[in-house]
């Protein structure tokens, strides 16, 4: 099987970029958001601390807590899902995979020995991650159970930004290509950049 990864953070234009290549190069597309509901049940089971820890916390207990703990258990709980995340691609009954999520961390990518023309990550600059997370309509749903909502959606801001900033580091450690989106090219720019990476077309 031969698998195209795209890592990152959220709002930084990756599932955009992997759906139009599914398309343009007829590759099955995995989304790894998708399965996040299932990896977090299945790791409850198995007693993963984190994991277990997202099935019973409040919005409030999620998004008002400072962003840099925020941040490292964010990064603990994809360490966590992993393995369910590798199982599921391994049952893929497809020839050509494009799969993108925050759970492809630069250092898993690494351990599990995937090259470095087959991953790339995509983060947003933090002005054009609050200027697009600003635009959905879902967000204030996320954060209906916050008694203050715009501190916890700063708070979930600085969260995301971290992150960024850490898959960037974690790209820089393990060489792999790192693309930060400044929101300063366009979505045709961006595939191509990615393309590049792969070395499709």
Not at 90 to 118: C, W
Not at 141 to 167: H, P
Request: net charge negative.
């Amino acid at each position: 099987m031969n698998i195209y990864y795209i890592g990152g953070s959220p709002c930084s234009g990756k599932s955009t970029v992997a759906e139009l290549l599914a398309a343009k190069y007829n590759l099955y597309y995995f989304k790894v958001d998708d399965f996040l509901d299932k990896y977090t049940q299945m790791g409850a089971a198995r007693g993963y601390e984190i994991c277990k820890k997202q099935t019973c916390m409040s919005a409030e207990e999620i998004w008002m807590r400072a962003p840099l703990v925020q941040c490292r258990e964010e990064i603990a709980y994809y360490k966590e899902i992993f393995s369910f995340v590798w199982e599921d691609l391994g049952k893929l009954q497809a020839d050509n995979v494009i799969t993108e999520g925050a759970a492809y961390l630069p250092e898993l990518m690494k351990r599990f020995h995937i090259s470095k023309g087959r991953y790339v990550s995509v983060t947003p600059s933090k002005e054009f991650q609050v200027s697009h997370y600003s635009k959905r309509e879902w967000v204030p749903y996320v954060l209906s159970g916050c008694t203050d909502q715009e501190k916890a959606f700063f708070n979930w801001m600085d969260r995301d930004a971290l992150f960024a900033l850490e898959i960037q580091k974690q790209c820089g450690e393990e060489n792999y290509c790192s693309i930060v989106n400044d929101g300063t090219f366009g979505l045709e720019q961006l595939v191509r950049s990615v393309e590049g990476v792969f070395q499709l077309g």
